[in-house]
């Protein structure tokens, strides 16, 4: 089996990892994205900014392999603070839906203790499902 690797164009070399795998049944598994541009700085310092762009990280990854937004089947979310999370509930909804439209694929979220990236307040991985190449 062969598996291309994704790398969205303009970004910042990845160290160590890959931003994205698409295997051959057209299976894309998207590594855990943060709050941090292209070139791997923090614009935002607050949860829902780094939501947004860490979906947008996403969704970069997606297109860059060919797919859309509709083609993420399944998101897992690392989240530093539950309460911060609870706190921003509708924010949380409004931001995901500008970035990611009114596709709801399978979700989790996990409450960590830290992140690799101190600055990170949260990280997503993703699945979805571009099609056979």
Do not use: C
């Not at 614009?43 to 297109?63: P, T, W």
Request: no cysteine; aromatic share 10%; hydrophobic share 45%.
């Amino acid at each position: 089996m062969t598996n291309t690797v994704i790398h969205p164009e303009g970004w910042a070399p990845a160290k160590g990892y890959a931003n994205g795998i698409l295997a051959e049944d057209g299976t894309l598994y998207v590594g855990g994205q943060i709050g941090w541009t292209a070139e791997q700085t923090f614009e935002a310092h607050d949860f829902i900014g780094q939501m947004e762009q860490a979906l947008r990280n996403i969704l970069a990854v997606v297109e860059a392999a060919g797919g859309t937004a509709a083609d993420i089947t399944r998101l897992t979310w690392f989240v530093k603070s539950k309460a911060e999370y609870m706190a921003h509930q509708a924010e949380v909804g409004r931001a995901y839906r500008e970035v990611l439209g009114r596709n709801f694929p399978a979700m989790s979220l996990l409450v960590v203790a830290d992140l690799l990236e101190d600055e990170a307040l949260l990280e997503i991985e993703a699945t979805a499902f571009i099609g056979k190449r």
